[in-house]
C-alpha cells in the first residue's frame, strides 16, 4: 500500500513546483531525482504530485493545461494557503527544505555571511527577509523560462527578479511570485525607475526620456522596436493586472 503524503512533504512538492519550470518536470529531471530520494518517494510518484498541483494553478488552466486531473484534498489546501498568505508559505517551504536535506536554512541563500549577523530577534527577521527574497528570485526566473520577460535573454548571470509593486507598498505580496517579473538588470533598474512600464494588457511602454537619452541609433532603434510589443509570457504565475497597473499609473504621472 502507498504511504500517504504528509502536509510537510506536499509542501516540499509545491517548492518544486515553483522553482521547476512546468514544461520540464519529468521523472528524469535532476532535481525530482534528488528530492524524491530524500523523501523516500519514487521520481514517478513526486512529478505525479507536482503534476497534481498544477491542475490547480488557474494560469496553466488559461494556457489549456490540465496538469494532472486527479489529486487530494491536501494539495488545494497548500495551493489555498500559498495564494491567501504567499509570505509565509514561502518560508515555510523552505525551512522544509533546509530541513530534509539537512542544512541550516540560511545555507540556502547566497550571499549571506552568518557570522555577521546578529543573535536574536533581529537575526530571525533578516534571515527571514534573505530567505524569501532567494525564493521570490528562483520562482519568478522559474516562471519565465529562465528568460527576460522584455530582451529575451536567457544567460542566468544576467536574470533578476523584479517586483512589480514595490515591497514597501504591498508587504503582504514581497514574495507573491505574480508580483515579479523576470528581467536582465538594465530593464530592471529602467523599470524601477519608471523610464520602462509594462500594462496591465503585458504591453511595453518605453518613455520618451529614455528613448530621448539613446544616442547611439542601434540601440536606439532597438528600443523603439519594442515599444508597443508584447512581454514574453511566463509559464505560471503570471503577473496581476492590479499590480501592473499601480507601477503603470505611477509611470504615467511621472512621463
Known amino acids: 500500500m502507498n504511504r500517504p503524503w504528509s502536509k510537510e512533504e506536499t509542501i516540499i ?16 529531471h535532476p532535481t525530482i ?36 486531473t486527479h489529486g487530494a484534498k491536501l494539495e488545494e489546501n497548500v495551493w489555498n494557503e500559498f495564494y491567501n498568505d504567499p509570505e509565509r508559505l514561502a518560508f515555510e517551504s523552505e525551512r522544509l527544505v533546509a530541513q530534509l536535506t539537512q542544512q541550516n536554512i540560511e545555507n540556502l541563500v547566497e550571499n549571506i555571511n552568518v557570522q555577521d ?10 534571515v527571514k527577509q534573505r530567505v524569501n527574497q532567494s525564493f521570490f528570485r528562483v520562482a519568478v526566473i522559474s516562471a519565465y523560462n529562465f528568460c527576460c ?13 523584479c517586483n512589480i509593486v514595490d515591497w514597501s507598498q504591498d508587504k503582504a505580496n514581497k514574495t507573491n511570485p505574480k508580483n515579479g517579473l523576470c528581467m536582465n538588470p538594465f530593464f530592471h533598474k529602467a523599470y524601477d525607475k519608471h ?14 526620456k529614455l ?3 539613446a544616442k547611439e541609433t542601434v540601440f536606439k532603434n532597438y528600443l523603439m522596436h519594442l515599444n508597443g510589443q508584447q512581454i514574453m509570457l511566463p509559464g505560471k504565475f503570471f ?11 505611477n509611470f504615467l504621472k511621472l512621463q
Request: glycine share 6%; with cysteine.
Open 117 to 126: 549577523l546578529p543573535q536574536g530577534e533581529e537575526r530571525e527577521t533578516i
Open 149 to 161: 520577460c522584455i530582451s529575451g535573454i536567457s544567460n542566468m548571470e544576467l536574470l533578476e527578479a
Open 239 to 249: 503577473p496581476r493586472k492590479d499590480f501592473l497597473d499601480i507601477h503603470f499609473q
Open 13 to 28: 512538492a509545491f517548492n518544486l513546483y515553483c522553482k521547476i519550470p512546468f514544461k520540464d518536470c519529468n521523472k528524469a
Open 195 to 208: 523610464l520602462v512600464a509594462i500594462t496591465p494588457d503585458l504591453t511595453i511602454i518605453i518613455s520618451d
Open 33 to 68: 531525482i534528488k528530492y524524491a530520494r530524500l523523501l523516500g518517494r519514487t521520481p514517478s510518484a513526486l512529478n505525479m504530485k507536482i503534476g497534481n498541483i498544477g491542475r490547480l494553478d488557474p494560469d496553466l488552466q488559461t494556457k489549456g493545461i490540465s496538469g494532472l
Open 211 to 213: 528613448l530621448n537619452d
